[in-house]
């Protein structure tokens, strides 16, 4: 590892100005550090000063907003996320696919800025012996390779699966990031919009500008939704999961208007299973009904060579997280 300055950041502002006073990647932020220092150590980023944003106060706020929404800020870890007792009671789902991540050690230091921005796991993207296309090399090995862990949507040139298990229940949400970036400017990004596919950024997975600091993530109001976040693990472990997803209904009686059914380690980004949120919306919840959108949530799928194992998973997990979202939560 290469020697690095260190600057603990007191404000947003002081963050920003720090990112941004250097040359693209020379200056990065810190918050729980856990993928940070991964990345450092493995050679794929070695920036010439690391900006620590934890002791800057207003990044750590939980809060309910005026309109009845919530606002998250970037250094909350998932622990608070997954006890914070609001969120458990209007965003069940965030608080389950917080509580789903990783083990208690890590969702203790883990940030959500942090976990949204974390670099994606792919084995090929991680080794210094392959000059992967998400690194300005040639091709995506994982096509030809080992690909049991990676997507089966929307793999154009890449077939990375989004690492956050939260941002399957954020993008259900419809929830949004606030970035803040020197000077002061703000702006205000849906999480689906944020994320980029692979089709518009080969490099990148999101659209967080060179400097800029993820400061919120804004929750829109609820009012009668009810949701679930499910995970499937390759072991019952705390690694990655190999399948999740977070169903978010609006329900009128046993009826449901309208369904958000995203699915993560499915695709380079949370993927909505927009055929499963139509099956749903209109009906009762029947077996059939659930049945139905279950199987209409691998629509478009384009399994790999290794991994056709995740189609049967998520169906599964579909009509589980639906079943449980309908019960109430
Ligand atoms: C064994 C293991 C199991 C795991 N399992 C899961 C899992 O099941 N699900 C899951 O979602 N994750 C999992 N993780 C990943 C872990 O949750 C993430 O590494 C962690 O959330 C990253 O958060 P952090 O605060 O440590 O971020 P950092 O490592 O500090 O930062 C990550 C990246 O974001 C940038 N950054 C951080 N905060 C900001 C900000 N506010 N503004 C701008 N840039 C910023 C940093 O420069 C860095 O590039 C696992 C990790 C391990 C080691």
């Known amino acids: ?46 920036p010439r000063r ?49 509580a789903n991540s990783a083990s208690p050690q890590i969702r203790n230091v883990a940030t959500i800025g942090g976990n949204l921005l974390q670099r994606p796991r792919c084995w090929y993207f991680r080794s210094r012996e392959h000059h992967c296309v998400r690194k300005g090399g040639p091709a995506c090995f994982a096509f030809a390779g080992e690909n049991q862990y990676h997507a089966i949507f929307a793999h ?52 967080l500008k060179p400097g800029e600091i993820l400061t919120a993530v804004l929750l829109p109001r609820q009012q009668g939704t009810r949701s679930a976040h499910l995970r499937q693990g390759e072991l019952d472990s705390f690694d990655w999961p190999i399948a ?8 009128a009686g046993d009826a449901c208007r309208r369904a958000s059914v995203v699915l993560g380690a499915a695709a380079p980004v949370p993927y909505r299973a927009k055929q499963a949120e139509s099956a749903l919306a209109g009906k009762r919840m029947t077996d059939d009904v659930v049945r139905a959108a279950a199987r209409a949530a691998l629509a478009g799928a384009m399994p790999l060579s290794r991994n056709a194992y995740k189609l049967p998973v998520f169906e599964a997990l579909v009509r589980r997280a639906v079943l449980a979202a309908a019960k109430g939560g």
């Open 244 to 251: 999740d997803v977070a169903v978010v209904l609006d329900m």
């Open 50 to 98: 690391v900006v620590n944003l934890r002791a800057v106060p207003e990044l750590g706020r939980i809060a309910e907003e005026a309109g009845g929404g919530m606002s998250i800020g970037a250094t909350a870890t998932l622990a608070q996320l997954a006890a914070h007792l609001l969120i458990r009671a209007r965003y069940r789902a965030l608080s389950e696919a917080a």
């Open 156 to 207: 154009n040139g890449c077939a990375i699966v989004h690492p956050s298990t939260p941002a399957t229940a954020l993008v259900a949400f419809n929830a949004s990031v606030e970035l803040a970036a020197v000077g002061g400017r703000k702006r205000v990004v849906a999480l689906e919009n944020f994320f980029l596919l692979p089709e518009q950024d080969i490099e990148h997975e999101n659209d």
């Open 1 to 46: 590892m290469n020697r690095f300055e260190w600057l603990d950041a007191s404000s947003v502002a002081q963050a920003a100005d720090a990112a941004a006073g250097a040359a693209a990647g020379a200056a990065v932020p810190k918050a729980g550090g856990i993928d940070l220092l991964d990345l450092m150590k493995e050679g794929l980023l070695a």
